[in-house]
Nanobody, 125 residues
Framework: VQLQASGGGVVQPGGSLRLSCAPS????????MAWFRQAAGKEREFVAA????????YYADSVKGRFTIAKDNANNTLYLQMNSVKPEDTAVYYC???????????????????WGQGTLVTVSS
């Protein structure tokens, strides 16, 4: 199963962008999905996560209140709405998925077996 991430681009500080991630196999219905990002020269870091039937959404402190993660369960497409972006949000953004429900202690880790190819977000004036 592959994940297809899209929606990256160049955006000005304070602007908005929406990322999407869809599985290549329409029958793949992951329980837990997440967004991670990796800036140049840095390690990949957690951004946001969502689990089916879990009303909570999980965010890194650096994006809380600005980014929103959502999932369309009808087509298993994952979204990341990015508002009030900052230059430090510049990174390659990756979506990740796990078929089964990840325990809460794992949703912020790299413990997802399926990853998208990444989409570049550049925040610059």
């Amino acid at each position: 199963v592959q994940l297809q991430a899209s929606g990256g681009g160049v955006v000005q500080p304070g602007g908005s962008l929406r990322l999407s991630c869809a599985p290549s196999a329409p029958t793949f219905s992951p329980d837990s999905m997440a967004w991670f990002r990796q800036a140049a020269g840095k390690e990949r870091e957690f951004v946001a996560a969502i689990r089916r039937s879990d009303p909570n959404r999980y965010y890194a402190d650096s994006v809380k209140g600005r980014f929103t993660i959502a999932k369309d369960n009808a087509n298993n497409t994952l979204y990341l709405q990015m508002n009030s972006v900052k230059p430090e949000d510049t990174a390659v953004y990756y979506c990740a998925a796990n078929g089964n429900r990840l325990v809460l202690s794992a949703v912020r880790t790299l413990r997802y077996p399926y990853w998208g190819q990444g989409t570049l977000v550049t925040v610059s004036s």
